[in-house]
């Protein structure tokens, strides 16, 4: 188990930009897949992103390619999500999670979450 915590969310106008920061308290940052995921008010959490431990590839759904960014910095034990042209269906708390399996990216099924950080998007 990691320990994450999640920062950055906040109260954003439409087509506004913002970006969270997740830092692991681990020592083995690297071997982690890390990822975000999203729950909004009445709905099942969903898959946002997620990257490898290389930084290479990083995979998003489909509602968020092309606005949303997901990157590391692994001398900070940090993942970051950047998050432009912001839209009110994006309103969620958003996780971090890290798993060390590579499968993740497929089943999603990561093992270490973070409490979340509330992302508002309204004008």
């Known amino acids: 188990q990691v320990q994450l915590v999640e920062s950055g969310g906040s109260l954003v106008q439409p087509g506004g930009s913002l970006r969270l920061s997740c830092i692991a308290s681990?020592?083995?940052?690297?071997?982690?897949?890390m990822g975000w995921f999203r729950q909004a008010p009445g709905k099942k959490r969903e898959f946002v992103a997620a990257?490898?431990?290389?930084?290479?590839?990083?995979y998003y759904a489909d509602a968020v390619k092309g606005r949303f960014t997901i990157s590391r910095d692994n001398s900070k034990n940090t993942v970051y999500l950047q998050m432009n042209s912001l839209k009110p269906e994006d309103t969620a708390v958003y996780y971090c999670?890290?798993?060390?399996?590579?499968?993740?990216?497929?089943?999603?099924?990561?093992?270490?979450w973070g409490q979340g950080t509330q992302v508002t998007v309204s004008s």
């Open positions: 999670a890290a798993d060390p399996d590579p499968g993740v990216v497929v089943t999603g099924d990561f093992g270490s």
């Open positions: 681990t020592r083995t940052f690297t071997n982690y897949v």
């Open positions: 990257i490898s431990w290389e930084g290479y590839s990083p």
